[in-house]
């Protein structure tokens, strides 16, 4: 039997970008606009983990302002439904190439 509740939320692009785009996580400016991120660096690092610990508050919010339980929905439902989703629309919404809004030297090994 897979335990959906105890899956972690996935720490890529889209999900770490819909924070970003509204806000929740604030990048210094002046990093925005330099080079293209390497994946191992300190702010990637950074950004995906506050990624995975905001998506485990969110699905909580959400579930609450449902009134659903975690078996009704899990953080797969808020993924595949709701995050992934959503970051997607807001990066084309805000950039015409939907890129994420880091700028990453993307190796397809992370993301």
């Known amino acids: 039997m897979c335990e959906l509740n105890g899956l972690t939320g996935l720490a890529e692009y889209r999900n770490g970008g819909l924070f970003v785009d509204c ?31 905001l998506l485990d508050e969110m699905v909580v919010r959400v579930r609450r302002q449902l009134a659903v339980n975690e078996d009704d929905f899990p953080l797969a439902c808020l993924l595949q439904g709701g995050s992934w989703s959503a970051g997607r629309r807001l990066a084309q919404q805000l950039r015409p190439d939907g890129s994420p809004p880091l700028r990453l030297h993307m190796t397809g090994t992370v993301f």
């Open 23 to 53: 806000g929740v996580i604030q990048p210094d400016k002046a990093i925005l606009a330099h080079q293209p991120l390497d994946v191992a660096s300190e702010i990637v690092v950074e950004w995906r983990a506050l990624t995975v610990a």
